[in-house]
Nanobody, 125 residues
Framework: VQLVESGGGSVQAGGSLRLSCAASGDTNSRNCIVWFRQAPGKGREGVASIDTDGLKGYAASVRGRFTISQDNDRKFLYLQMNNLRREDTAMYYC????????????????????WGQGTQVTVSS
């Protein structure tokens, strides 16, 4: 499984960005895909998930502001981020595992064997 993120950048608070994750490799190994983020000095935090059937989950901190989506063939996944805040500043990663369902609200990084290299999002006031 290979995951490649893109779309990060710098934006002012209140602005928007759309991140992309190009996914390839064994489809059964990437049933569940989660966007994680890691701010300096903090652990990795899952923010949104989507599974093969399109079921979505969100962390409370981003619910209503972020939207996860995927193409029909699951070669590309997206994270639309609106109304960005300074606290959204982090490196953003997409990660995958073989779980049939991702769950909602919390994801353990240790459950995900496949990771992209990350894309940086910086939000300034």
């Amino acid at each position: 499984v290979q995951l490649v993120e893109s779309g990060g950048g710098s934006v002012q608070a209140g602005g928007s960005l759309r991140l992309s994750c190009a996914a390839s490799g064994d489809t059964n190994s990437r049933n569940c895909i989660v966007w994680f983020r890691q701010a300096p000095g903090k652990g990795r935090e899952g923010v949104a998930s989507i599974d093969t059937d399109g079921l979505k989950g969100y962390a409370a901190s981003v619910r209503g502001r972020f939207t996860i989506s995927q193409d029909n063939d699951r070669k590309f996944l997206y994270l639309q981020m609106n109304n960005l805040r300074r606290e959204d500043t982090a490196m953003y990663y997409c990660a995958a595992n073989s779980f049939r369902r991702c769950g909602d609200g919390y994801w353990r990084p240790s459950d995900f064997p496949y990771w992209g290299q990350g894309t940086q999002v910086t939000v300034s006031s």
